[in-house]
């Protein structure tokens, strides 16, 4: 099951995954949440994903769709605490060129200053 919370830090919207991402199905509800953000002006995100437990093919097909969105409105993407697995995938699927990976939510932040 996904879930997820938002919580604004130095007006950056830190973006907690938790749980399993399969495919937009699952993440409708926050795609929904995070185009409200963007509509509001925010640019800047974070996804920490120190709480995933899960994610395939079609969950990364997700954050592309989120990185796309955010960089069509100027803005700025890092996901961060990137477990093994999803790292692996990343690189199986050729993506790291792509993504602004951080270590840590401390390190994202800091490139988002």
């Known amino acids: 099951m996904f879930n997820y919370t938002i ?6 919207q830190v973006i907690i ?3 399993r991402i399969l495919d937009q199905s699952h993440t ?3 795609i929904n949440k995070f185009n409200t953000l963007l509509n509001q002006g925010e640019k ?3 996804i920490d994903f120190s709480e995933i437990d899960y994610i ?4 990364l097909n997700v954050l592309i769709t989120l990185l796309t969105k955010t960089r069509d409105n ?3 993407f890092y996901i961060c605490n990137i477990p093994i697995k ?3 995938l990343i690189a199986i699927s050729k993506l790291e ?3 602004k990976m951080e270590a840590t939510l401390d390190d994202a932040l800091q490139k988002l200053r």
């Open 7 to 12: 919580e604004e830090l130095n007006s950056v």
């Open 17 to 19: 995954f938790k749980g």
């Open 28 to 30: 409708t509800e926050f």
């Open 44 to 46: 800047k995100f974070i």
């Open 56 to 59: 395939n093919s079609a969950g």
């Open 74 to 76: 100027n803005g700025e």
């Open 86 to 88: 999803v790292k692996r």
């Open 97 to 99: 060129s792509i993504f």
